[in-house]
């Protein structure tokens, strides 16, 4: 600093503590106006930023503004929790989602988790209807605004069973918080890997109240849990009779090891009657409920969640991967056993590799970026398709993912089943995405000519999966001019036929034809697969596959040839 000392100052020794100020004297700071604000806000050597005391009372009002607006936020999720039940579960659940809509996410997950802890972890035991109407709203949320809701309720439920649990277990709070974990499964919140590392961790312990939880899981859940993943389940029943068998007698009550082993048995044997107290019927009526509300919202999507209960305690160390844009890849952040924080992979390594695929595949947009690292990024086409519907692309930018998903099939050096399969699934969802694909498939159809070899058999393969899983119907070959066929696409349609007729369920096979014969548009269309079924497929058909292979093609090419002709032709 080139500025003097003020008369009569001395320099403190280092080591002191100093603060420095813009200028003295109050005159410049005012005539520099909001040069000498900035000025006035330097760093203390400490490293603390100085805000000067006029600026203070401004950032307090922020602060206290920001606490009113959380407690009467508190106060209104307070109050719809207080009145929920089954007759105004929509309305409830309406309210709320609107809430979301008006308010930060974090500020509505927290105050919705807090309220239904409130509600549900008591002392005493909570009624089981009350208790499964609280979970339920959880689940129509987790499914209409966004699975962060689930996660985040789910989360702070297993941290706070986990610590009830090893500090005894005692009283009823730690029961009613297992009970909302066999919930959560039921209503479709969280899949079956969560239940079966709770028991299994329950099993390895095996202490009187590990028994009881056990018993408590297996009732609310065991049905399900058999249902959804019977050899997991019939392990867990042989590790329970191994532990039990060798716990002998450390148990002075025997009868409860018993009871248990029985239920598990009852389970494995899909005997209901042996259980005591076993009642679906509350729970089907209230998964009923949800359909109707979830349906309505319009959520087609798989919002499952699979984590484990490793994953949701450590948390804080690996990332919340299972909440999209929360991905954590590498080493975990924070190693709790050295208190020392580890070195952090180099910023964007990941999606600077990703990108520069996308560049290669000529993704030339931020949306077809996004779309390209999010489909190249997931773990199935059940995650991919989840993951793309949570990017909210609208109108022109939702076709993006369609030519963006042709692309990447097309491009592969070998057919990956994967793009099929989503696209199957986008499909089924809406019809939008139909038509969508059946433009493109079109304009493909037209270029066939020009496509490269692999691009071609990769088309074929896509095409006939649509058509064998009637996520497109066989009027997509309504453009083909079956009188000025060229080579390319006589051998397009003779690959995408045979595939259709040798892969097809029987069934399947005919209403795929005959929903061509009930419309009276398509009447040049059934024509023209009549006689290339007749000219092209089976005209040497000997040469080219086996004596076995050959029969089978023309018996079902006879029967869609007959389904074209219409119901009459099929009863013949």
């Given at each position: 600093?080139?500025?003097?000392?003020?008369?009569?100052?001395?320099?403190?020794?280092?080591g002191?503590?100093?603060?420095?100020?813009?200028?003295?004297?109050?005159?410049?700071?005012?005539?520099?106006?909001?040069?000498g604000?900035?000025?006035?806000?330097?760093?203390?050597e400490?490293?603390?930023?100085?805000?000067?005391?006029?600026?203070?009372?401004?950032?307090?009002?922020?602060?206290e503004?920001?606490?009113?607006?959380l407690?009467?936020?508190?106060?209104?999720?307070?109050?719809?929790?207080?009145?929920?039940?089954?007759?105004?579960?929509?309305?409830?659940?309406?309210?709320?989602?609107?809430?979301?809509?008006?308010?930060?996410?974090?500020?509505?997950?927290?105050?919705?988790t807090?309220?239904?802890?409130?509600?549900?972890?008591?002392?005493?035991a909570?009624?089981?209807?009350?208790?499964?109407?609280?979970?339920?709203?959880?689940?129509?949320?987790?499914?209409?605004?966004?699975?962060?809701?689930?996660?985040?309720?789910?989360?702070?439920?297993?941290?706070?069973?986990?610590?009830?649990?090893?500090?005894?277990?005692?009283g009823?709070?730690?029961?009613?918080?297992?009970?909302?974990?066999?919930?959560?499964?039921?209503?479709?919140?969280?899949?079956?890997?969560?239940?079966?590392?709770?028991?299994?961790?329950?099993?390895?312990?095996?202490t009187?109240?590990d028994?009881?939880?056990?018993?408590?899981?297996?009732?609310?859940?065991?049905?399900?849990?058999?249902?959804?993943?019977?050899l997991?389940?019939?392990?867990l029943?042989?590790?329970?009779?191994?532990?039990?068998?060798?716990?002998?007698?450390?148990?002075?009550?025997?009868?409860?090891?018993?009871?248990?082993?029985e239920?598990?048995?009852?389970?494995?044997?899909n005997?209901?009657?042996?259980?005591?107290?076993?009642?679906?019927?509350?729970?089907?009526?209230?998964r009923?409920?949800?359909?109707?509300?979830?349906?309505?919202?319009?959520?087609?999507?798989?919002?499952?969640?699979?984590?484990?209960?490793?994953?949701?305690?450590?948390a804080?160390?690996?990332?919340?991967w299972?909440?999209?844009?929360?991905?954590?890849?590498?080493?975990?952040?924070?190693?709790?056993?050295?208190?020392?924080?580890?070195?952090?992979?180099?910023?964007?390594?990941?999606?600077?590799?990703?990108?520069?695929?996308?560049?290669?595949?000529?993704?030339n947009?931020d949306?077809?970026?996004?779309?390209?690292?999010?489909?190249?990024?997931?773990?199935d086409?059940?995650?991919?398709?989840?993951?793309l519907?949570?990017?909210?692309?609208?109108?022109?930018?939702?076709r993006?993912?369609?030519?963006?998903?042709?692309d990447?099939?097309?491009?592969?050096?070998?057919?990956?089943?994967?793009?099929?399969?989503l696209?199957?699934?986008?499909?089924?969802?809406?019809?939008?995405?139909?038509?969508?694909?059946?433009?493109?498939?079109?304009?493909k159809?037209?270029?066939?000519?020009?496509?490269?070899?692999?691009?071609?058999?990769?088309?074929?393969?896509?095409?006939?999966?649509?058509?064998k899983?009637?996520?497109?119907?066989?009027?997509?070959?309504k453009?083909?001019?079956?009188?000025?066929?060229?080579k390319?696409?006589v051998?397009?349609?003779?690959r995408?036929?045979?595939?259709?007729?040798?892969?097809t369920?029987?069934?399947?096979?005919?209403?795929?034809?005959?929903?061509?014969?009930?419309?009276?548009?398509?009447?040049?269309?059934?024509?023209?697969?009549?006689?290339?079924i007749g000219?092209?497929?089976l005209?040497?058909?000997?040469?080219?596959?086996?004596?076995?292979?050959?029969?089978?093609?023309?018996?079902?090419?006879?029967?869609?040839?007959?389904?074209?002709?219409?119901?009459?032709?099929?009863?013949?």
């Open positions: 600093d080139s500025r003097e000392e003020p008369e009569g100052g001395a320099r403190e020794k280092a002191r503590k100093r603060v420095r100020f813009a200028e003295d004297g109050e005159e410049r700071a005012g005539s520099s106006g909001a040069d604000t900035a000025q006035q806000e330097r760093l203390c400490s490293g603390e930023k100085y805000i000067p005391p006029r600026l203070r009372p401004a950032q307090e009002t922020v602060d503004r920001k606490k009113e607006e407690e009467r936020l508190k106060k209104h999720v307070k109050g719809l929790i207080n009145r929920l039940s089954e007759p105004n579960m929509a309305s409830i659940s309406g309210q709320l989602e609107e809430l979301y809509m008006a308010n930060s996410r974090k500020d509505m997950n927290d105050t919705l807090a309220a239904l802890l409130g509600a549900c972890v008591t002392a005493s909570m009624p089981s209807r009350l208790m499964m109407e609280h979970v339920l709203l959880v689940s129509i949320l987790h499914h209409t605004v966004g699975i962060e809701v689930g996660a985040c309720f789910l989360e702070a439920v297993v941290r706070k069973f986990d610590d009830v649990y090893r500090n005894g277990g005692e009823k709070e730690c029961d009613n918080l297992f009970t909302i974990i066999a919930h959560l499964y039921n209503f479709h919140v969280v899949q079956s890997l969560l239940v079966f590392d709770i028991l299994k961790k329950l099993i390895s312990t095996f009187e109240k028994i009881e939880l056990i018993l408590l899981m297996l009732k609310n859940v065991g049905f399900a849990l058999r249902k959804d993943d019977a997991s389940l019939k392990e029943i042989t590790d329970a009779q191994a532990k039990a068998s060798g716990a002998g007698s450390m148990f002075q009550d025997q009868t409860r090891v018993r009871f248990m082993l239920t598990m048995l009852a389970l494995k044997n005997d209901m009657r042996k259980i005591p107290g076993y009642d679906p019927e509350p729970v089907e009526r209230l009923k409920v949800q359909r109707a509300l979830v349906r309505n919202a319009s959520s087609g999507s798989e919002t499952q969640l699979r984590i484990s209960w490793d994953g949701l305690l450590n804080e160390q690996t990332g919340r299972w909440i999209v844009g929360s991905a954590w890849s590498g080493t975990p952040m924070i190693d709790n056993s050295h208190h020392t924080l580890q070195q952090k992979p180099p910023v964007g390594t990941i999606s600077s590799k990703m990108l520069d695929l996308a560049r290669k595949q000529r993704m947009t949306v077809r970026r996004n779309i390209f690292c999010t489909m190249m990024t997931s773990e086409f059940l995650d991919a398709f989840e993951k519907l949570k990017l909210g692309l609208k109108d022109q930018q939702e993006e993912v369609v030519h963006v998903l042709m990447c099939c097309l491009q592969e050096k070998t057919y990956n089943p994967f793009y099929a399969f696209a199957s699934k986008f499909c089924s969802y809406e019809r939008r995405f139909q038509m969508t694909f059946q433009f493109s498939i079109w304009d159809f037209r270029n066939l000519e020009n496509l490269p070899a692999t691009n071609f058999l990769n088309l074929v393969h896509l095409v006939a999966h649509l058509l899983t009637k996520s497109l119907p066989l009027s997509i070959l453009v083909v001019e079956f009188s000025e066929l060229d390319p696409r051998h397009f349609l003779r995408v036929l045979t595939m259709l007729l040798m892969e369920e029987v069934e399947d096979l005919g209403l795929i034809f005959a929903r061509v014969s009930e419309n009276p548009k398509l009447g040049m269309l059934r024509e023209g697969l009549k006689l290339f000219h092209f497929l005209k040497n058909v000997q040469a080219h596959q086996s004596p076995e292979e050959a029969s089978v093609l023309r018996e079902r090419a006879g029967l869609a040839t007959r389904s074209l002709q219409g119901k009459a032709a099929l009863r013949m």
